[in-house]
């Protein structure tokens, strides 16, 4: 039952891809929940959806699991026109002679995901939840968390006023990212096992059609992906994710456009065709980073804040959503049985239902740093079928279990 004494049900701190559709699962039976988020209103309405919406954006892999989330809250098909399908996902290893392509057909699927515009996805979420009744506080700059015997209390400012607000909630949900200022106002600590390595982005323009393939590519001293996203004015592209140690990040980021687009086809090779031209290439740092505690009581961590994961895993936000969706649905359920959605007992069923699929999804990722120094094929088939969030297809899963010490699929000179 709702405390009429509480200003909110629930209150999230950080409005992030996490964080807005962990309010909108909540919402579908929570009335009274505020989002917040130091970010002024006005950059949450500029997010750019231009004519072509991938230029200089980065994508977001979402696996079959994530879009059936969607779909249950209605915003899948908003998403989906503009979302590139993923049907195949070609594996090589630089220097080994098989490669292998894994089709959603085998799997009894029609695709394996889709991969779309990170501002295509944020703003679909941003404009649900501001038709819903998900109360928005922008520009706030929190100052502090109180924990109270059966509730929590969060004090901030907004707009740089003076007057400081003071809300309770029965439930705070922190997703404010990494380095997040709230686990650190609750002296929550993160171990910190970020590699010294980047990533390069940018999208490619290819001589020939995607045919909805994405491409994982191995070496030692680094990894590629191509995701398929929508053809321009018939020019088809992919998106360009290049992880590689930090020198050679350095290195590689002084190139001319021209010299970039030699060596990388020189990485890659020509499975995907010529690599003709690419858009502006971004770097992101790869954090790995893991929250020391996720519960505590009336208080959950999530998102990038419990767990930063190796990003060519293409698996954070999947995994944050798998992770909203079991939150959403215990708290629920305590609630129709009488239980306060803020009871530590309550936050350690949602946690102990979701511990396996974290260390699972995190280990693929972390194993992934391992495969750049192992010369292990089978190892780096079966980890490389998780890279875009595919671990969560049941049946793909079993058929990568039951690949024993064989690779299954089609093995081609590489
Ligand atoms: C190169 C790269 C590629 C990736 N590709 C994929 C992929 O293909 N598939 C996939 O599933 N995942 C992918 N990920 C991971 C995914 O991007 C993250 O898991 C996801 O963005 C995390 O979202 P979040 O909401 O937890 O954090 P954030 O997006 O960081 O959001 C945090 C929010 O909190 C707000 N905030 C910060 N501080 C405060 C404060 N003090 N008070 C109030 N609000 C605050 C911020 O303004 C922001 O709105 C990738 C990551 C990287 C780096």
């Given at each position: ?7 909110y ?46 230029q ?8 079959l ?56 996805l ?13 109360d928005?506080?922008?520009d ?8 109270k015997?059966d ?38 600590d ?44 018939n ?19 002084k ?27 971004l ?14 009581h ?37 609630r129709?049985?009488?239980?306060s959605?803020g ?72």
């Amino acid at each position: 039952m709702k405390d009429k004494s509480r200003d909110y049900d629930i209150i999230i701190i950080g409005a992030g891809l996490v964080g807005l559709s962990a309010s909108l699962l909540m919402s579908r039976k929570i009335e009274n929940i505020l989002v917040l988020d130091n970010k002024r209103e006005d950059s949450f309405h500029s997010l750019p959806e231009s004519e072509d919406p991938y230029q200089g954006v980065k994508s977001i892999a979402l696996s079959l699991s994530s879009t059936k989330i969607f779909e249950a809250l209605g915003i899948w098909k908003d998403i989906k026109k503009d979302a590139a399908i993923i049907e195949n996902v070609h594996v090589s290893s630089k220097g080994d002679v098989g490669s292998v392509v894994l089709s959603a057909s085998e799997i009894g699927e029609e695709v394996l995901g889709h991969n779309v515009a990170n501002t295509i996805l944020y703003n679909s979420l941003y404009r649900k939840v501001k038709s819903a009744k998900i109360d928005f506080q922008y520009d706030s700059n929190l100052e502090g968390i109180s924990c109270k015997k059966d509730h929590v209390e969060i004090c901030f400012r907004v707009n740089n006023k003076v007057e400081k607000k003071i809300l309770s909630a029965d439930l705070l949900i922190v997703t404010d990212g990494l380095n997040s200022k709230s686990s650190g106002l609750l002296g929550i600590d993160s171990e910190d096992h970020s590699p010294l390595q980047e990533a390069i982005f940018t999208n490619i323009f290819l001589s020939k059609p995607t045919l909805n393939t994405a491409y994982q590519r191995f070496s030692k001293d680094g990894h590629m992906a191509l995701l398929p996203i929508p053809v321009l004015n018939n020019d088809h592209r992919s998106e360009f994710i290049w992880v590689l140690p930090k020198n050679l990040s350095d290195e590689y980021s002084k190139l001319s456009d021209k010299e970039f687009l030699r060596v990388s086809q020189q990485f890659f090779g020509y499975r995907a065709g010529n690599f003709k031209k690419l858009d502006k290439r971004l770097r992101f740092p790869i954090y790995r980073q893991q929250a020391t505690e996720q519960i505590r009581h009336n208080i959950v961590i999530m998102g990038n804040s419990a767990h930063s994961i190796y990003p060519i895993a293409a698996q954070g936000f999947n995994l944050s959503l798998r992770d909203a969706q079991k939150l959403s649905s215990v708290i629920i359920n305590s609630r129709e049985c009488g239980k306060s959605i803020g009871s530590f007992e309550v936050l350690q069923d949602y946690l102990s239902e979701q511990v396996f699929d974290q260390s699972l999804t995190a280990g693929f990722g972390d194993n992934l740093k391992s495969a750049f120094a192992k010369d292990n094929p089978l190892a780096r088939f079966v980890r490389s079928v998780s890279l875009l969030g595919f671990d969560s297809i049941p049946s793909l899963r079993k058929a990568v279990i039951n690949l024993g010490v064989g690779v299954r699929g089609n093995s081609k000179p590489g």
